[in-house]
């Protein structure tokens, strides 16, 4: 008689998932095909991006990268290509890159703003990334100044008197603090560098530069332009509006109705106005308020209007996510013991930053597009020198590959910011 086992008495071998449940068929089939209705789109989709590559791309690749003038790109595109052929004249990008890079700064100097750059990169590498050694945020603190000074050369004195008033801020905040509460040195923390800056900064530095000469070669801010114009102003924006729109936050949710009233009025005026409008302000009506024979550098008004409007925005912004916290967070610091700044700074202020990561890049990037409205106040940034190259006569006429590579390092730029909230916000992700 035969046994006939129903049981098992080996293991089968691990075997693979099949093609269709994993892999790149797998996410074909979830994401692109997964009905008749998602297929239809998908098709349709592919049919019009296969339609713009097919127009876009030999235009793009039917190029000349050797001419010097418009007509001779032209010429030497129909040598090459025949006939009636059209393509892009990329000669353009190659003959005056440099231009769009640095505008009219003195190419000698070119090392200079390379090396702020470079800088610029290392400062921001502990802001942003934990791995980094926190020692290296002593020299992001420091940044700033030697930016500026590497920038606009000049006496060295200059930014280290700037310094100065942060010190004696710091100074009159522990000084005041003390016998007259906190609120009297925040009131003097801003005060005492206020009046520094505005009216013993520069004569000090005058005096120290006559006593121990240190200087470099200067260059004015009319030779500013290209896109080291807009990473400045944007950059500056963006680190700044940060702070100042948390505060102005704080401010509007104070129980002191003086502090109250000022930031909702500073809010609501900024947000009802065009920023074309602060420029404009910045770029004119400015020094008809300020002293006779007083001069205020032109990029420095612009970073303060745009400082200004960014924080409006930015205010809001950090509110929403302060709204959003349940009311237990408010309740727990309390239970723990913690004053008003220190729950703020420990408790409050991470989470409520936390929730506001999209909307606070969303801003930042933004606010870097709307660097190139300092063009319609004759700041040449890369859409003003386009403009100032396409009036050459030797490339008059030429608009889209100029166009074309403006918006291609402004995505690089702005996808990159858009890239890593992504990653920020995958990192400080605690629930599900």
């Known amino acids: 008689m035969t046994d006939i086992g129903y049981v098992r008495t080996e293991m089968l071998p691990e075997q693979d998932a099949p093609s269709s449940a994993v892999g790149v068929v797998h996410w074909i089939r979830v994401n692109l095909f997964s009905g008749w209705f998602n297929s239809i789109l998908t098709i349709l989709a592919i049919y019009f991006v296969a339609s713009l590559l097919y127009g876009v791309l030999p235009w793009v690749f039917k ?3 050797t001419a010097h003038s418009l007509n001779e790109c032209r010429e030497s595109i129909v040598a090459q290509y025949g006939e009636g052929a059209t393509g892009a004249c990329w000669a353009v990008i190659r003959e005056r890159y440099l231009q769009l890079l640095y505008g009219f700064y003195p190419s000698e100097l070119y090392w200079r703003v390379n090396l702020a750059f470079v800088g610029l990169l ?3 590498a502990p ?3 934990a791995g980094i050694p926190r020692k290296v945020l002593w020299f992001s603190a420091a940044s700033p100044f030697a930016i500026f000074w590497l920038l606009w050369g000049g006496t060295i004195w200059l930014p280290l008197s700037v310094v100065a008033g942060f010190v004696l801020g710091y100074v009159a905040y522990v000084l005041v603090s003390k016998p007259a509460g906190s609120l009297a040195g925040t009131i003097a923390a801003f005060l005492v560098p206020v009046l520094w800056w505005l009216l013993l900064a520069a004569p000090v530095a005058s005096g120290l530069q006559s006593i121990i000469p240190l200087a470099s070669e200067s260059v004015e801010s009319a030779r500013f332009g290209g896109f080291m114009l807009s990473v400045t102003i944007g950059v500056t924006g963006i680190a700044l509006s940060l702070p100042i729109g948390i505060v102005l936050a704080l401010g509007r949710q104070s129980d002191l109705w003086i502090v109250k009233t000022i930031c909702v009025g500073f809010i609501e005026f ?10 404009f302000v910045a770029s004119t009506l400015l020094n008809i308020f300020l002293p006779p024979g007083t001069t205020f550098d032109i990029i420095l008004r612009v970073m303060i209007m745009v400082t200004l409007f960014s924080s409006a925005y930015m205010a809001e912004v950090v509110r929403g996510g302060l709204a959003a916290l349940p009311r237990g967070q408010y309740e727990a610091a309390d239970s723990l013991g913690l004053d008003y700044w220190k729950a703020q700074r420990l408790i409050i202020m991470p989470q409520a930053l936390k929730i506001s990561i999209p909307a606070i890049v969303g801003n930042f990037i933004g606010l870097f597009k709307d660097t190139t409205l300092v ?3 004759g700041l040449l940034d890369p859409i003003g020198l386009s403009t100032s190259i396409r009036a050459n006569q ?4 030429i608009i889209w590959e100029l166009y074309g590579f403006i918006a291609l390092m402004f995505f690089i730029v702005c996808f990159s910011m858009g890239r890593y909230a992504m990653y920020l916000e995958r990192k400080l992700k605690t629930g599900h």
């Open 63 to 65: 190029s000349s990268w």
């Open 122 to 124: 290392v400062a921001i």
């Open 127 to 129: 802001v942003l990334f």
């Open 270 to 279: 900024i947000r009802g106005v065009p920023l074309i409008t602060l420029l």
């Open 375 to 377: 063009s319609i106040i």
């Open 394 to 397: 030797e490339w008059n006429g």
